[in-house]
């Protein structure tokens, strides 16, 4: 029998099974097609901080997060400020699509929409940034962010975590003992801030915080503030300056901001949209943790290793910041309609939830005296 012959029964035999499944109703599923197998969704985000500045790593937290939780499908790429635009330009990049996503504050924005700045630079009305953030899930502030990116045709997507604790007054050449001494003073700082101690007689420049210790090398600055006690000294404050004024109302309240191209978030899948909203919350509850570690551990370090001074800021400036941020926000709210809402949204929030922390929350400076004052207890429980 010829190769031809051989293979007749079997064509024939599998014409028979054909008609008869065809016949029965029994459907015939084909064998599954070759796929070629692909890569990960990939995202590049830059941050607004050096590579060097813990913030970098609270950004390097989400991606970890989000990669992690996506099991290969989603990646995000993490850069630092000027991998692709300086730190300010974040915003324009983002929207206009150079990059896919960013890591911020707010108040970086300010000079595109005042309002923007109220998420954190100021006094908070009381309320810490814990609060803050309280305000903006829950009492109207993120559908208000909406409408400020809104007014300026900003096409992101932003979602805002990770509560700051109060930041300094900042770094000086010598201690600040009363308000004449800003006087005159070439201070950094941004947002709202900028305002308010121009107002109270400072020479104010605006300036990312990875050009601010070469500034006071120069004698560009004589004084500035930054964030935290891990940031500064890793950006190299204690090497151009001694003396750091504790606690201001400036910045009480700040929160980072994670951003997206809205067009590209839109874009991906449902599940991975949820994925990247709770990863963020996630790391906004980690990223807390993570500052009362470091940043304490730095502050310790500095006092030690650096022979920083730390001094408080007297009362009278801190009331004073008080006073000035309020005919600020005042003029700003007759000036801009929007800001003006943003406003009375979180003093109506503020009233409310702070009179309940009062009331409620017990002032733990009793207890810290108790344990680790002249006498504390925690000699004899240790």
Not at 32 to 56: E, N, Y
Not at 117 to 128: E, I, N, V
Not at 228 to 245: E, I, Q, T, Y
Request: glycine share 8%.
């Amino acid at each position: 029998m010829s190769e031809h012959d051989q293979s007749r029964p079997e064509k024939s035999g599998r014409r028979k099974f054909l008609k008869a499944a065809a016949a029965s109703g029994v459907a015939l599923v084909a064998a599954p097609a070759v796929v070629k197998a692909q890569g990960p969704m990939t995202m590049r985000l830059q941050s607004t901080w050096p590579s060097k500045d813990i913030f970098h790593e609270f950004a390097q937290d989400i991606a970890k997060k989000v990669n992690d939780m996506s099991g290969g499908d989603l990646r995000i790429d993490v850069l630092p400020a000027g991998a692709v635009v300086p730190a300010f330009g974040l915003l324009d990049a983002v929207s206009s699509g150079t990059l896919d996503a960013g890591h911020g504050v707010l108040a970086y924005h300010y000079g595109k929409q005042n309002a923007l700045a109220l998420w954190g630079s100021g006094p908070g009305f009381s309320m810490d940034a814990n609060m803050l953030l309280a305000w903006h899930k829950y009492g109207g502030g993120k559908e208000l962010l909406a409408k400020l990116y809104a007014s300026i045709g900003a096409n992101v997507q932003s979602f805002v975590y990770g509560p700051m604790p109060s930041q300094p007054l900042g770094w000086f050449k010598n201690p600040i003992a009363k308000l004449d001494d800003l006087k005159g003073l070439k201070y950094r700082t941004v947002g709202i801030s900028i305002d308010m101690f121009q107002q109270m007689g400072a020479a104010v420049n605006a300036l990312p915080g990875g050009e601010i210790v070469s500034a006071m090398d120069r004698g560009l600055l004589d004084a500035a503030e930054f964030n935290n006690a891990s940031s500064d000294r890793a950006l190299g404050f204690p090497d151009v300056s001694k003396v750091c004024m504790l606690q201001s109302y400036h910045q009480n309240a700040e929160q980072f901001e994670v951003m997206f191209n809205k067009a590209k978030f839109d874009g991906l899948p449902q599940r991975m949209r949820v994925m990247i909203e709770y990863a963020i919350e996630a790391a906004s509850a980690d990223m807390s943790w993570k500052a009362v570690d470091r940043y304490s551990q730095d502050y310790a370090e500095m006092q030690t290793k650096d022979k920083v001074r730390f001094f408080k800021t007297p009362d009278a400036i801190l009331k004073k910041q008080l006073e000035v941020y309020d005919e600020i926000v005042l003029k700003k709210a007759n000036e801009n309609a929007l800001f003006k809402e943003v406003l009375q949204s979180q003093l109506a929030f503020a009233k409310r939830t702070t009179q309940w922390e009062q009331d409620t929350v017990t002032n733990r400076r009793m207890a810290y005296d108790h344990y680790f004052g002249p006498n504390g207890a925690a000699r004899k429980l240790g």
